[in-house]
C-alpha cells in the first residue's frame, strides 16, 4: 500500500511539473505572439491566495469546488485591504463560515514585490506576487501549517483585447480574454482558466489534483 501511494505521488509530481511547463510555454508564446497585453491581477488563482489586490471594487461569485459550494463576497477598501467572507456547504455537513481578508503590506515596485498578509477561511497566510515582465505573474506564499502550507503558482493573459465573448462589430462569438493559472497548493497540483463573459462576469474552470474539478462564476462591479 505504501509503495502505491509512493508511486502515485510522484506520477501526480511529474505530471503536474510536465503540466506547468507546457502552461509556461503555452503562455509565454501566445503573449509573445499578441500585440497587447494585459494584466489579471487576480486575488486568487484556483484555491491559492495571492498578493494582489483586485482592481474592482468588489466581487461576489459562487463555485463548485470539488463536493463543495462555496459562495463568496469581498469588497475592496482603499488600494490596500480586501475585506468579505465565503460560505461553504457541503452535502452531508452543515454551511461553514469563513472569512476573506487581506492587507496589502508592501507595494511592487523595480526591487520589491507585492507582500500582503490575509486570512482565507479560517486559515492565516503570506503572500508575495511578483510581474514576469509584461508576459506574466508568479506567487508565493505559506500558510499556518508551516512548510506543508507552502504554496506557488503562475498565470497570465492571452488573447487580452477581446474584453467578452461577444464580439461588437458583428455580434459573433469569439474565444475571450482568458487568464491561463497553474498552482501548487495544500500538496496537490491545480490548473485552471479564467474567462471574460463580459467586462463584468467572468466564468471560471479548474482541475485540482487530476482529480476533481472547480468551476464557477463571478461578478465584478
Do not use: C
Amino acid at each position: 500500500m505504501k509503495a502505491n501511494k509512493k508511486l502515485k505521488s510522484r506520477m501526480t509530481w511529474k505530471m503536474g511539473a510536465a503540466i506547468i511547463l507546457a502552461l509556461a510555454i503555452m503562455l509565454i508564446s501566445g503573449l509573445a505572439l499578441s500585440p497587447q497585453t494585459a494584466r489579471a491581477y487576480p486575488s486568487e488563482l484556483i484555491l491559492a491566495p495571492t498578493a494582489r489586490i483586485m482592481p474592482h471594487q468588489g466581487s461576489v461569485g459562487a463555485a463548485l469546488i470539488g463536493g463543495q459550494i462555496r459562495i463568496s463576497g469581498v469588497y475592496r477598501i482603499e488600494n490596500f485591504v480586501e475585506l468579505g467572507g465565503q460560505v461553504l456547504t457541503r452535502a452531508e455537513e452543515g454551511p461553514e463560515l469563513g472569512i476573506m481578508a487581506k492587507v496589502r503590506l508592501a507595494r511592487e515596485g523595480p526591487q520589491f514585490a507585492d507582500l500582503s498578509l490575509g486570512i482565507k477561511g479560517r486559515s492565516l497566510f503570506i503572500a508575495a506576487s511578483r510581474s514576469l515582465g509584461d508576459i506574466a505573474d508568479v506567487h508565493i506564499g505559506l500558510a499556518e501549517t508551516g512548510l506543508e502550507g507552502m504554496f506557488l503558482g503562475l498565470n497570465g493573459v492571452i488573447n487580452p483585447d477581446v474584453l467578452q465573448i461577444r464580439r461588437e462589430e458583428d455580434g459573433k462569438f469569439v474565444v475571450p480574454r482568458t487568464d491561463i493559472r497553474a498552482e501548487y497548493y495544500q500538496q496537490s497540483f491545480n490548473f485552471g482558466a479564467r474567462m471574460n463573459l463580459t467586462p463584468e462576469v467572468t466564468a471560471e474552470l479548474g482541475i485540482m489534483n487530476l482529480e476533481s474539478l472547480k468551476a464557477g462564476i463571478d461578478f465584478s462591479f
